[in-house]
């Protein structure tokens, strides 16, 4: 990753709308449910665990897609990058959760591109960690890969 620029008040400014966003009754019920039930490591898991139609299905998509949004304003470059690892955890076991899956959820959505600003973000944010921290990633990896 390269040095990122100096972060602005238009940075700090966005992530407090996307802290807002994360507090909203109905979204903060969705990231309950994901972090205490979604740990799946197979598509079928995903069916059993959340099927097209459920409330767990559609919580599973408010929280992903939330922080897909969010990554795409880093990958897209309006949105300081280490500003956002250090307010955005959640986003990286986000990912965590999500990667024994990604493949075949995309396969099954027939869409290679499904949730790659949240890939892109996570990696770079795995990245960062590596370097800042050696050894955090194992640890949060260990901690909350489900």
Do not use: H
Not at 61 to 89: I, K
């Amino acid at each position: 990753m390269t040095q990122a620029a100096q972060a602005t008040y238009d940075d700090a400014n966005l992530l407090l709308r996307l802290y807002e966003m994360r507090r909203e009754e109905k979204m903060r019920e969705a990231r309950a449910w994901f972090v205490a039930n979604f740990k799946p490591k197979s598509m079928a898991d995903i069916q059993q665990l959340c099927p097209p139609g459920s409330e767990a299905n559609a919580r599973m998509r408010m929280v992903s897609t939330y922080w897909d949004m969010a990554a795409s304003f880093v990958t897209a470059g309006v949105l300081n990058p280490e500003l956002f690892f250090a307010n955005s955890r959640e986003m990286l076991l986000v990912a965590v959760r999500l990667r024994p899956v990604l493949t075949e959820i995309r396969a099954a959505y027939k869409d290679p591109t499904f949730l790659a600003n949240l890939e892109t973000v996570a990696q770079q944010y795995s990245d960062y960690l590596n370097k800042v921290s050696p050894g955090t990633l194992e640890a949060f990896t260990a901690r909350v890969g489900g």
